[in-house]
């Protein structure tokens, strides 16, 4: 039970290593008393850095409410998009969010199902995230559209006219991929969460705080046969999470595999957006949790470990990302056609060949830094290069959406993307709706999994009790 | 009183915004059908509120000024409620009546049905007649409940032969035109026609006292029987008075050349149909002119090389590349100015004597040697701009060819004698000769060259009447103004090139009760009470000398043109050539053009042909300076870069265009922008090059060129014309053909229809195939084919920023290539309309299915399914889709809803569009052949592009009907289709280009 003051730890708890993933000296009620509280704490007492992060978010909020209504009353006229660049931002930010939302689910559900124990401190904030990434995506394929208020026709629901959507189309396939992969993640993440939420439940200070968190934990009482039933179902969830993981971005890719246009038909997008999506979702999660550990001084929860695990994870995806777009330039030239090997010479010298010079600099070059064991127990350097990765994959959509777009087959028809206000205001304001949403779970909901840290606590005392016996 | 806007001003627009670039506010007026609607809701005590409130309102009074002009002077400024309710009442009984538009009291006669057939739904198409430069072209125009939507050629009309230029087809967007003038303004003050006939009456009488000294009428030229009956009155009655003719599209030197040639007025015609070789002294004789429709179609039928016939050779000398110049087989960049001197040098190595200037370049023997070897089957024809010389020059030519009587003609003259100029008319001005001048149309203060100074002459008369369309520049300058009447809202006519008589017959009667010019003229000769219908009907009345009237002017108005009117050929004298008039420019020379599209800016407030790509540069809605590219070099400018053009000290600046082809030390000016008087579409767009014209020099004239560092936006349709290593237009040399007819396809495999996901659902195609072919071997890029889709499928116009930003909406474009040498390519022209693919790659990606594939092979489009994507857009290789970024279609301005085809949706925002290949006419023919129990005959359905197209480029049809001339075409050897190798099975195919290069110029060849 916490007591009346709750505040964060007074001095800087230093970080165990790249060996631990959770400081010595932990009990079961410290982790509960150190990870309950971040989200007790009264919201005067919060760190300035999070006042001032959530306002700053809020603001951008306010700025993509502001673009949004623009575009709902003027027209989709408001972007930089035309013919023949009928996509521009709005995808490119789609899928960019998508491939963020990636990393949550791998990491609840593969490492899980590899039992990868490290897991534990980062698994429900990145799952979190990819909830919340989702969110963002999942508005740009209804903003994008010429009537978006007509959104809900992608969606088969029986009517009059006896109209159904168009199964061939691969966005209608995106319908089904995205509300899945959404819908699996949320239920996921909310399973995962109803222990915890009945330990806020039990420490929770004020009444209606118990309250809140007694409905939410749906009557745990952590007995044997709920352990029991949560692990079949966690276990369950996994199982079905992790397909899911491959195929959201496998779909999308489909839009653009399936089309005609060169740079898009290419049977190598599936497992390259896929390996992308990760790479990206693991430099997203590297670029919110550090700021985190360091605010709340998590540092012993949240450790050197992860951080190095997480940038391992990094540098192969990477790798698999850089074989891509090998491949790509490869048989874009191999294969002879010309309409191909004009697309990527066009990508690599044509008027957006800064963006293409900029995608291979940040996804590929520099972050075979990470090679080196320094700069993987670099915490800043991990950041920047985590800030450099999510930079590098929103340029490879944008270079793949729109290079391939502006000039097709017919030279007559070869136009320009300039994207305007609105689109920057667009994307700047997801990011804000996103990291909003993260400061707020963080003052909400326990951002660390309580009741699988003390189960480390538990191994640790085991593998400590087994240590002394040997002795 | 309170204020009406809070009453009535906000429910209207709901969420919709208007584009800005087009819709400005108009003037703050009372929305009268709002009023309407107002005072039905209102019952009781309300309902008098509201009409109290609205009789004080400012707007009412207004509105009332302007519905009863006049009026308002007598309402005194207190309210005189009762009389001003009085009044209001029967403007709003009038509004309502104004809402529908009214048929023409006189009878006139339809093409195909009686009146009283009258079926809403089914239009009805009646003969008329728009004239360009006097001369007449035959139309039908189509009209839906008595508002004419869609302007057709006449094909049985020789100036015609069914097709039209753009101008023609844009014309019925003027009718509408909600910025045309409404009133007669004296002063600037609001007056009526009828003080207006009674002061100008008294005018006239005075007048005639004076013998009609110090009288002047400025016009246009004239071929109106009707109306040259009219002034030849007038000069009985007023023998001192003056007639002034004037056009700037028209360049006097044609009929003065003709004068010397015939020894009387007269018009030199040529037959294409003849010739086997054509040289072009910088003539656009496929594009210009009151007989290029008919020399485009005759030209093309010369080009056909399916049947092995040797195509006419087309030499073309000129500084600018024409429309007619991109057809060429060899063409030469040479100065305008040097054009005369050229001229002369062919004449003299044809063997015509003549004072030729030494140092002929070799192709000038070698074009000789060939017209000479085809006597009597070549033709030379000089240029639209070119001075006297130059035709003189070229009919020698001509007649040491021994091609007159063949390929050319000396037809009788059609326009009047004793006529004058415009520089006599500024002369008389500001000698005081002229008291009463009158003005019929033209717009001189804004035309006429600047050295003329012609608004300051202008102001020495001391009565000034203006009849013109707009309140522009020259009205606002003048004492009166008189609305003129479109010329599809009253009664003309006029006499095509050849002297065929033609009868232009109202549609709908006069929207803002326009005058016409007869009208205006009958003032003067003291029948002020005849409307236009009284004058043309009984001149003709008066002059028919056959039986039965009545029959003889139904026919006439049924077939829209009189029958043996054509004016016999005369004999041309031999002319010895004059010392050449003019020497090439030293240094720089500035060639004038009217426009493309807007011609002398008598078309500039028509968005449809601000917003057509000018066929040589695909710009829209601004006019360019047309360079070199190595000129460009020596500048240092590229595209939109501005440049300072000065003449005798007179400058303008205007945007850089880089022209492949234009020749070395030339520059192209364009009248037609800069303009201040026109409305809210054509006010303050480009520059106005009347403002370095010298009235001495008036086509092109030495001057000096220099960037000014600015950077200008411009707005084309086409960034990119080079083919990019692709082959879109595929071409062969004529020897190539006959060996390889297939020469299009010869290297490409043909794709086997199995490799498909879906090969088993393969559609047989049972009932009707529809397809389309378009020979590029004729396609001139003369760009009819959008405008007449613009009319056809209510096509929205966009305004510059959005073309800028790539959304212009026209179906159909026509792609410009260049290749090879930059200074001398070959030019392609490519018109593009939906392929139709039989896979369609749009489809299969198409979320909601709102675009489907109909049995016949229509790859349709399902706008109220459309929720947007564009997903389709970005799927089709042709990029043809169009797609609507914002609420592009005016559903406001309530004048529009006039031009609307009724048959066609009027798309709203956040909808795809594209080419249907006219779906609402496939439909209309079906409907009529199942009600007869037939199959729809090959011809029967004429899409709009190709019912337009001047050379008969595009043929559509059944391609089942094996015997139709589509499924022939599409026969050819040279077929191919579009990116045939994506496997998209294109139902629109491309015959391919064949060029006949005179083997002697192989070094002069301009491909790479």
């Known amino acids: ?471 | 009183m309170s204020d009406m806007h809070s009453h009535n001003g906000h429910s209207r627009n709901g969420g919709l915004i208007p584009l800005e670039a087009l819709v400005e506010k108009p003037s703050k007026r009372i929305d009268i059908e709002e009023l309407r609607k107002k005072l039905a809701e209102g019952r009781g005590p309300q309902f008098w509120r509201t009409l109290d409130e609205a009789a004080e309102s400012e707007e009412m009074r207004e509105y009332v000024e302007q519905e009863f002009p006049g009026l308002s002077g007598q309402i005194p400024q207190g309210v005189d409620r009762r009389s001003l309710l009085k009044v209001m009442a029967a403007s709003l009984a009038m509004a309502g009546a104004a809402a529908c538009t009214k048929q023409p009291k006189e009878l006139i006669v339809p093409y195909v049905r009686q009146p009283e057939n009258v079926i809403p739904g089914v239009p009805l198409f009646y003969a008329t007649a728009m004239t360009t430069g006097g001369y007449a072209r035959g139309l039908l125009v189509e009209s839906h409940l008595n508002r004419p939507t869609k302007v057709e050629g006449n094909p049985d009309h020789p100036a015609s032969l069914g097709a039209t230029t753009y101008f023609e087809q844009a014309s019925v967007l003027d009718v509408y035109d909600p910025d045309r003038s409404e009133n007669v303004l004296n002063e600037g003050r609001l007056s009526t026609w009828g003080e207006f006939t009674g002061k100008f009456s008294t005018e006239a009488q005075e007048l005639a006292t004076r013998k009609g000294e110090g009288l002047a009428i400025l016009s246009g030229p004239m071929t109106s029987p009707t109306f040259l009956d009219q002034m030849q009155s007038l000069a009985q009655q007023f023998p001192s008075s003056k007639w002034y003719v004037s056009d700037p599209t028209v360049n006097p030197a044609i009929a003065s050349a003709a004068k010397k040639i015939a020894g009387r007025n007269a018009f030199v015609s040529y037959d294409l149909s003849k010739a086997d070789v054509v040289v072009s002294l910088e003539a656009d004789f496929l594009n210009c002119g009151p007989a290029a429709l008919r020399y485009a179609r005759q030209f093309a039928k010369k080009r056909a090389i399916d049947n092995g016939e040797t195509p006419v050779r087309l030499y073309a000398i000129e500084s600018s590349p024409s429309v007619s110049g991109s057809l060429a087989d060899h063409r030469f960049p040479v100065k305008s100015s040097a054009v005369p001197s050229i001229a002369y040098q062919l004449a003299a190595a044809c063997g015509v004597s003549a004072s030729a200037p030494g140092g002929a370049p070799d192709w000038v023997n070698i074009v000789a040697q060939d017209l000479q070897k085809n006597k009597g089957r070549s033709v030379v024809i000089p240029g639209e701009w070119q001075p006297e010389s130059v035709h003189l020059a070229a009919y020698a030519i001509n007649a040491a060819l021994g091609n007159i009587g063949s390929t050319v003609n000396v037809l009788e003259g059609v326009e009047p004698e004793n006529t004058h100029s415009l520089e006599e008319l500024v002369n008389d001005l500001n000698n005081g000769h002229v008291e009463t001048l009158v003005i019929l149309g033209q717009n001189p203060v804004y035309t006429a060259p600047v050295t003329l100074n012609f608004q300051q002459a202008m102001r020495k008369a001391r009565m000034v009447v203006r009849l013109g369309q707009f309140f522009d520049e020259t009205s606002r300058w003048s004492h009166w103004h008189i609305p003129e009447a479109h010329y599809l809202e009253t009664w003309s006519d006029a006499r095509a090139f050849d002297g065929t008589i033609t009868i232009q017959q109202p549609l709908i009667e006069p929207l803002y009760n326009g005058k016409s010019a007869h009208e205006v003229i009958s003032i003067l000769l003291g029948k002020p009470d005849q409307n236009s219908h009284e004058i043309v009907k009984g001149y003709w009345q008066n002059r028919y000398k056959g039986g039965n009237f009545d029959d003889f002017w139904q026919i006439s108005l049924h077939d829209g043109w009189l029958a043996n009117t054509a004016i016999g050929t005369i004999k041309g004298n031999a002319v010895a050539l004059p010392a050449l008039d003019q020497q090439p420019v030293n240094g720089l020379e500035v060639v004038y053009r009217p426009d493309p599209t807007i011609a002398d800016g008598k078309y500039s407030n028509n968005g449809w042909l601000q917003e057509c790509p000018k066929p040589q540069t695909k710009m829209t809605w601004d006019n360019i300076v047309a360079i070199s590219p190595k000129q460009a070099g020596q500048l240092k400018v590229d595209k939109g870069d501005m440049l300072r053009v000065t003449v005798n000290g007179k400058s303008v600046v205007g945007p850089t265009w880089v022209l492949p082809g234009h020749a070395e030390d030339s520059i192209t000016v364009y009248f037609g922008y800069g303009r201040e008087g026109s409305g809210r579409v054509g006010n303050k767009i480009g520059y106005n090059a009347y403002l370095i014209q010298d009235a001495s020099t008036p086509y092109v004239a030495a001057g000096s060129v220099a960037k000014t560092g600015e950077q200008y936006r411009i707005a084309n349709t086409q960034e990119t014309q080079t083919m990019a290593g692709r082959e879109p237009v595929r071409d062969a040399e004529l020897a190539e053909y006959r060996e390889h007819p297939n020469f299009p396809t010869r290297f490409e495999k043909p794709q086997p229809y199995s490799e498909s996901l879906y090969k088993d659902v393969k559609w047989p195609y049972e009932g009707y195939k529809w397809g389309m072919t378009i020979d590029l071997n004729v396609c001139t890029g003369c760009s009819a084919c959008i405008i007449a889709c613009q009319a056809e499928n209510n096509i929205a116009v966009v305004g510059k920023d959005q073309v800028a930003r790539g959304r212009h909406m026209h179906w159909i474009r026509v792609d410009r290539y260049y290749s090879g040498d930059l200074d001398q390519p070959e030019m392609y022209n490519q018109p593009i309309p939906c392929m139709h693919c039989e896979d369609a790659p749009c489809e299969v990606v198409c979320p909601v299915a709102a675009t489907v594939h109909s049995n016949e092979g229509l790859n349709e489009m399902v706008y109220n399914r459309c929720v947007g994507t564009r997903y389709c857009s970005n799927n089709c290789p042709y990029k043809v889709r169009r797609f609507n970024f914002y609420l592009y279609s005016d559903w406001n301005t309530e004048s529009l809803y006039g031009v609307r085809n009724p048959d066609v949706t009027v798309r709203s925002r956040g909808v795809m569009e594209k080419c249907s290949y006219c779906v609402q006419r496939i439909q209309e023919a079906k409907i009529t052949s199942d009600k007869e129990g037939r199959r729809v005959r090959d011809g029967e359905i004429l899409t709009a592009c190709q019912q337009v197209c001047p050379t008969e480029a595009i043929t559509f049809g059944d391609l089942n009907d094996k015997g139709s001339k589509v499924a022939k075409s599409q026969q050819l050897p040279r077929k191919y289709g579009l990116l045939d190798d994506l496997n998209t099975h294109p139902r629109t195919q491309y015959l391919g280009y064949v060029r006949n290069s005179n083997e002697a110029l192989k070094s002069n060849k301009r491909s790479a």
């Open chain 1, 1 to 471: 039970m916490i007591t009346e003051k709750i505040e964060l730890p007074p001095e800087q708890i230093p970080d165990p290593g790249p060996n631990r993933i959770l400081s010595p000296g932990h009990d079961y009620q410290s982790v509960s008393e150190r990870i309950g509280g971040v989200v007790l704490l009264p919201l005067v007492n919060s760190p300035k850095k999070w006042l001032v992060g959530a306002f700053i978010s809020f603001i951008f909020v306010n700025i993509l409410m502001f673009c949004m209504y623009v575009l709902f009353f003027r027209g989709i006229g408001t972007w930089g998009v035309n013919i023949p660049i009928g996509w521009g931002f709005a995808i490119v930010n789609f899928v960019w969010w998508i491939g963020i939302g990636h990393a949550g689910t791998l990491i609840s559900a593969i490492l899980f199902l590899l039992k990868q124990d490290w897991r534990t401190s980062i698994n429900r904030f990145s799952e979190a995230m990819t909830l919340f990434a989702v969110a963002c995506a999942g508005m740009f394929p209804i903003l994008h559209l010429g009537r978006p208020w007509l959104a809900y026709w992608l969606f088969p629901y029986p009517n009059s006219m006896w109209l159904w959507p168009q199964p061939r189309s691969p966005l209608e396939w995106d319908v089904f991929a995205v509300s899945t992969y959404g819908t699996v993640s949320l239920v996921f993440w909310y399973i995962g969460l109803v222990p915890d939420l009945a330990t806020m439940r039990d420490i929770a200070p004020k009444m209606w705080q118990k309250k809140i968190y007694a409905v939410l934990a749906l009557g745990w009482r952590g007995s044997a046969i709920h352990w029991h039933r949560y692990q079949k179902a966690y276990l369950l969830l996994a199982g079905l999470a992790t397909p899911l993981v491959l195929s959201v971005h496998t779909v999308v890719s489909f839009d653009f595999a399936i089309s005609i246009i060169p740079g898009w038909h290419t049977t190598i997008f599936p497992p390259y957006f896929v390996a992308g999506a990760i790479y990206s979702g693991f430099a997203m999660v590297l670029t919110l949790i550090i700021p985190m550990r360091a605010w709340y001084n998590m540092r012993d929860l949240v450790t050197l470990r992860h951080i190095e695990s997480a940038a391992k994870l990094m540098l192969g995806t990477g790798l698999i990302v850089a074989y891509g777009y090998s491949m790509e330039a490869f048989f874009s030239w191999y294969s002879g056609d010309k309409y191909e090997s004009f697309m990527y010479w066009n990508r690599m010298t044509g008027p957006y060949g800064f963006t293409y010079a900029m995608l291979i600099a940040c996804n590929i070059a520099i972050p075979q830094l990470l090679w080196i064991k320094k700069v993987r127990q670099t915490i800043w350097a991990v950041w920047v290069l985590s800030i450099i990765i999510n930079i590098g994959m929103w340029l490879e959509r944008f270079v793949i959406v729109v290079t391939s777009l502006h000039r097709d087959f017919l030279p007559s028809s070869w136009g320009m993307y300039i994207p305007t206000k609105y689109d920057w205001g667009t994307y700047a304001g997801t990011i804000g709706f996103f990291l909003l949403l993260m400061f707020l779970f963080v003052r909400m909901l326990p951002s660390i999994s309580i009741f699988e840290v003390r189960e480390v606590v538990h191994h640790e005392a085991h593998e400590r009790q087994e240590l002394l016996e040997a002795q």
